[in-house]
């Protein structure tokens, strides 16, 4: 498989919420929002009940988590970074924090058991087994590439 324009992996998973009707209805990975009740009826989908505020943005139908850290998520990690793996990806994986129980407390300590976790959580499937576990192998390492050396510089101050 050619990964030439895959650049990166971001990790950050999900918990779905499976029994709620709504986002059975109207999806699962967008916040709820208030829709027009002659689309929705036209569409033959229930309309969404207003909130307090009058408005559905703030509700989710997910709770974001990192894989590993706090329960598990609706993503089975360990497959499809088998599935990357076989298929020769060698490209950086990003820990994308969202976590309500991590990077969300707004506490630096549980921001930091998020990552840790998550890496892991991973580490088995990424890296390889040596003398200490697992752990990324610093000999494969290369020296990193200069991009186009043709750019200007610009700064803020000429942007605005």
Request: a positive charge; charged letters at 20%; hydrophobic letters at 35%.
């Amino acid at each position: 498989m050619d990964f030439s324009k895959l650049r990166r992996i971001h990790i950050k998973g999900t918990r779905n919420f499976p029994n709620d009707a709504e986002a059975v209805n109207w999806g699962r990975l967008f916040p709820r929002q208030r829709v027009n009740d002659a689309l929705a009826a036209k569409a033959g989908l229930p309309a969404l009940p207003p909130d307090a505020e009058g408005g559905n943005w703030d509700r989710m139908n997910y709770e974001p988590r990192l894989p590993g850290f706090g329960g598990s998520d609706s993503c089975d990690w360990t497959k499809f970074l088998e599935t990357l793996m076989a298929k020769g990806y060698a490209r950086p994986f990003v820990i994308e924090n969202e976590g309500c129980n991590s990077s969300h407390t707004g506490n630096m300590g549980a921001t930091m058991q998020g990552f840790r976790a998550t890496i892991l959580n991973t580490a088995p499937v990424v890296w390889p087994l040596g003398p200490n576990g697992y752990a990324f192998d610093k000999s494969a390492l290369k020296p990193m590439k200069l991009g186009n050396t043709n750019l200007k510089q610009v700064t803020m101050k000429d942007l605005i």
